[in-house]
C-alpha cells in the first residue's frame, strides 16, 4: 500500500508542481529530477490541495453536501442533485484538436475538429493546472474505458468538484484495488471548468475551451462545468485509438439475447429512441452508448449510463427512473424547495436535464458489459416527413449511405424559427464525436457485417405518412420483435421507388398497411413533394460534405432518386448557401 501511494503521490507532485511532462513520463520525471524542480514539500505547504483518490460515492457525496451546499443537494430519492452552472450542454464549437505531426494526417479536419497550436493548448494546460493547484481539495478518479482488458485505456481525472468526481466514477469502470499500485493512466482529464478560458489565446473564440491533444494524452477543461464533456471527450479519444487499432468504435447501445447471446446494435441520434428500445426487459443490457467492435465481438466503453430526464416517470421508463438513487447523479433538474422530489416536466433550467448511474443499477444489464458479433445492426431514424417506410433491410451500399448521412428530424419547437419539421444529419450518428473521416467508420462498419454475416436494419420511428401521428411504440417493438425472432428476414420485400429502400410487407403484430408509406397518404400529390424534399436534402447532404466524391458508384447507386420538385429544392439550397459564402 505504501508503495502504491508513493507511486501516485510522486505523479501528483509532478503534475502540481507545474512541470511540462507529460502523464507517461510523471514518474520517471520525478525520481531523477525531484530535489531540483519541486517547489514545495506537501507537508509544510498549507496551500498544497488535499488530494481524494477513488472516494466512494458516500464520501463524495458527504463532501458535496459540505463544500458545495451551493450547487448541490439530495433528491426525495438520494440521488446528488447538482447544478453545472451557464453550460447545461457540451460546447461543440470550442472543442480543439492540438495539430501534431504524428496524428494530423489522421484527424479529419473542420467544424467538428478545429486544430489548435501546441502553444496555445500548453498555455490553456498551465491555466488549469495553476487553477488546480490552488484548491482545497482535489478528486482523482482513476478508472478504465472498456470492459475488454486487452483494448481498455487507463483514465485519470482530476478535478475539483464533487459533482466531477461522482458522474466519472460512475461512467467509467472501477479499478480493482489489487491492480492500482500498477496504474499509470494513458489519458488524464484536467477539468478546470469552475476557471474560464484566457479568450486572448490563440484559437480561442470564447471563456470556453475543451481541448484534446493526442500526442500528450490529455485534455483540458476550461470554462464549462458541464459533465457531459469529460464523457464524450473519453469517446473523442477511443474514436482515435481504437480505429488506430483496426478496431471499430461507435456510438450506439447494445443488448442481447440471454438464451442464445444474439447481439444487436442500435445507431440513433437524440430523439430516435436507441435507448428506450434497447432497453428490453426480454433482453440482457450491454450499454447506453459507446461501444467497440472487435474481432471478438463489441464491449461497452463505460461502466454507467447517462439518461435524458426531461417528462421522465415510472410508468413510461421504470428502469431509468428507479436508478435516480443514492450514488446517482441528477444534473440541473429543479426541486421541489420542500420535499426535494424531482419535477421531471419543469425544463426551465434547460431541457437537457440527465442522470448518471452506474449500470449495474439496472436490472437486467449484465456484469460484465461485453457481447458476441452483431446478428443484427438497426440504424434508428425519426422521419418526421412521413415517406420512409417504418422499418427496410439495408444492402451494404445503403449501410454506407445511410451511415455517413445520419439522418434525422429537428422537430417543430426544438429551435427558434422552425415551424416545420427539418431533416438534420451527423455522420455515423455521432458526428461531433468522430476523429477520422466518416468513410472510415463507415467502410469498417460494412466491412464486419460482411465478414460476421449481420443484418442491417433502418428502422423508422417518426411519423406515419400524413397522418401527424407517431409510429405507435408497441408497432416499433414487434418490428424489432420480428427482427430478433428471424421472422422479417424471411417476410417478402418491395421496393421504395424513390429511396430504393426494401421494405417487408408484413410483420407480426404490424398492420401490413402501414409497413408501405405511400399507403399512410390520401394525396398522393403531397407524398410525391415530401418526398422530393427529403430526397433533395439527402442528396445535399451528402454532396456538401465531400461524401458523394469519395465513395464508389455502387454507393451512389444507393442515394434516393431525385424528381424535378427535389432538384429544384437542391438548386435552392446550394444557391443559398453560395450567397451566405459570397
Known amino acids: 500500500v505504501l508503495g502504491r501511494m508513493n507511486a501516485f ?20 520525471y520525478y525520481r531523477s529530477m525531484q530535489p531540483q524542480v519541486l517547489k514545495h514539500d506537501p507537508e509544510e505547504d498549507d496551500d498544497f490541495p488535499e488530494i481524494i483518490r477513488n472516494p466512494s460515492p458516500a464520501r463524495i457525496v458527504e463532501l ?22 451557464a453550460k447545461t450542454g457540451r460546447s461543440p464549437k470550442d472543442k480543439r484538436i492540438v495539430e501534431n505531426d504524428e496524428s494530423k494526417a489522421d484527424v479529419w479536419w473542420g467544424p467538428v475538429n478545429i486544430p489548435l497550436k501546441t502553444q496555445s493548448f500548453m498555455i490553456n494546460r498551465e491555466r488549469a493546472v495553476d487553477f488546480l493547484r490552488k484548491q482545497e481539495r482535489l478528486y482523482v478518479i482513476d478508472a478504465y474505458a472498456g470492459h475488454d482488458p486487452e483494448h481498455r485505456l487507463k483514465i485519470r481525472i482530476v478535478c475539483s468538484r464533487a459533482y466531477h468526481a461522482l458522474f466519472m466514477s460512475n461512467m467509467l469502470i472501477p479499478v480493482p484495488e489489487d491492480e492500482l499500485d500498477q496504474f499509470v493512466p494513458d489519458f488524464v482529464i484536467y477539468n478546470a471548468g469552475s476557471f474560464p478560458a484566457n479568450r486572448y489565446v490563440d ?21 464549462s462545468q458541464y459533465a457531459g464533456e469529460m464523457k464524450k471527450g473519453v469517446l473523442t479519444l477511443m474514436m482515435y485509438h481504437m480505429t488506430k487499432r483496426g478496431q471499430l468504435c461507435l456510438h450506439s447501445s447494445a443488448n442481447e439475447d440471454p438464451r442464445t447471446g444474439d447481439t444487436t446494435l442500435f445507431f440513433g441520434l437524440s430523439g430516435t429512441g436507441k435507448t428506450t428500445l434497447s432497453a428490453d426487459p426480454s433482453r440482457l443490457l450491454i450499454g447506453d452508448d459507446e461501444h467497440v467492435w472487435t474481432e471478438k465481438g463489441v464491449f461497452n466503453i463505460e461502466g454507467g449510463c447517462y439518461a435524458k430526464c426531461a417528462h421522465l416517470s415510472e410508468e413510461s421508463e421504470p428502469e431509468i427512473f428507479r ?16 420535499t426535494h422530489r424531482v419535477d421531471y416536466n419543469d425544463l426551465s433550467k434547460t431541457e ?48 454506407v449511405y445511410h451511415f455517413v448521412s445520419g439522418f434525422t428530424s429537428k422537430m ?17 450518428y455521432g ?12 467502410n469498417m462498419l460494412a466491412d464486419k457485417l460482411e465478414q460476421h454475416g449481420s443484418d442491417a436494419w433502418l428502422l423508422n420511428t417518426g411519423w406515419l405518412g400524413s397522418s401527424g401521428k407517431r409510429c405507435p411504440l408497441k408497432y416499433t417493438r414487434a418490428i424489432i420483435d420480428a427482427i430478433h425472432s428471424g421472422q422479417l428476414k424471411k417476410a417478402p420485400l418491395e421496393r421504395d421507388p424513390v429511396f430504393g429502400l ?30 422530393s424534399k427529403l430526397a433533395a436534402a439527402f442528396v445535399d447532404n451528402f454532396a456538401k460534405k465531400g461524401f458523394r466524391d469519395a465513395v464508389s458508384p455502387e454507393v451512389i447507386a444507393a442515394e434516393p432518386k431525385v424528381g424535378p420538385d427535389s432538384k429544384a429544392a437542391a438548386s435552392g439550397s446550394a444557391a443559398r448557401r453560395a450567397s451566405a459564402m459570397a
Request: net charge negative.
Open 9 to 28: 503521490n510522486d505523479q501528483m507532485q509532478t503534475l502540481l508542481a507545474g512541470t511540462d511532462v507529460a502523464p507517461s513520463k510523471w514518474t520517471e
Open 64 to 85: 458535496a453536501l459540505k463544500h458545495e451546499a451551493k450547487t448541490s443537494c439530495l433528491t426525495e430519492t438520494g440521488a446528488l442533485a447538482c447544478s453545472s452552472g
Open 203 to 223: 484559437g480561442m473564440t470564447s471563456a470556453c475551451s475543451v481541448d484534446l491533444n493526442l500526442e500528450r494524452a490529455e485534455m483540458v477543461i476550461l470554462g
Open 323 to 338: 436508478a435516480v438513487r443514492f450514488g446517482s447523479v441528477v444534473e440541473n433538474v429543479v426541486l421541489d424547495p420542500e
Open 352 to 399: 437537457n436535464t440527465r442522470v448518471a448511474y452506474p449500470l449495474q443499477y439496472i436490472p437486467n444489464a449484465k456484469p460484465r458489459a461485453v457481447g458476441g458479433h452483431p446478428t443484427n445492426v438497426i440504424l434508428l431514424t425519426c422521419d418526421a416527413t412521413g415517406v420512409l417506410p417504418p422499418v427496410s433491410k439495408l444492402t451494404r451500399e445503403q449501410v
Open 412 to 428: 417543430v419547437g426544438t429551435e427558434e424559427g422552425v415551424t416545420e419539421p427539418v431533416a438534420t444529419f451527423s455522420s455515423c
Open 431 to 442: 458526428e461531433p464525436f468522430l476523429m477520422m473521416h466518416p468513410l472510415v467508420y463507415a
Open 502 to 531: 426494401r421494405f417487408p410487407t408484413a410483420c407480426p403484430g404490424v398492420p401490413s398497411e402501414i409497413l408501405n408509406p405511400a399507403n399512410n397518404w390520401d394525396d398522393k400529390a403531397r407524398l410525391r413533394s415530401a418526398q
